[in-house]
């Protein structure tokens, strides 16, 4: 916690944005890179799936971080309800893009990837239709945050609706379970997982990629919103000499 409340001060935050934000930013671009490089490359087809499990590669990692995407939002959030961060609310409000971004790539692989398995490009299945859903979510966040933003308000709103929408992240996580359900159960676990180990590795290079990519888009985001504050700030105090 005591990191937390030094990095809610603007100016300590940049110092340490400023360079880690490329840092994160190319060397997810690489190791996103390398491990689709390596998964459509060095490993074999699915004996059932054949050349098309592939996009797994893209569309597992689009998954986590459309959820992922959503719990840090919510949790930047709660920080902003009970501490006040001055950061806090901009956080929220730069990775709701992003993890919007990545809900879709979601949506758009899941749909693909399941085509010629399902017979159809969509199924109002469980996990899809809870992941449709937090796309719109995120799109409603994105809309209510600006509109907020717009008529001067203190980012309260926004941020309750950041913290109620998490309702949708267990549900998208035990839709398999619950429901009769088309889409396949949870391949990986924390200790073992039902994927080959041959096709499994380079699975690991696009998580940990496209997660550091994520967070310097969001850092970028970040620093880029608190110069336009400080641009308004400037402006605001000119027009009142």
Known sequence: MPVLHALANPARFLKVARPLTPVLFWIGVALAAFGGWAGLTLTPPDYLQKE??????????????????????????????????PLANIA????????????????????????????TWWEWDGRLTSMLLLFFVYVAYIALARADADRGGDGRVPALFGVAGTVLLPIIRYSVIWWNTLHQGQSIGLTSSSIDKSMLWPLF??????????????????????????????MRRMAAQ
């Open 205 to 234: 290079f696009t998580m940990g990629g496209f997660t550091l990519l994520f967070a310097g888009v969001v850092l970028m985001r970040m620093r880029a919103m608190l110069a336009t504050q400080k641009v308004e700030a400037r």
């Open 52 to 85: 098309t499990v592939r996009i797994l590669y893209i569309h597992v990692p689009a998954a986590w971080l459309g959820m992922g995407g959503w719990t840090g939002l919510a949790a930047a959030s709660l920080g902003y309800l009970v501490w006040r961060h």
């Open 92 to 119: 929220a409000r730069a990775i709701a893009p992003a993890g919007a971004v990545f809900a879709a790539i979601c949506l758009v692989t899941g749909s693909i990837w399941g085509r010629p398995t399902w017979g």
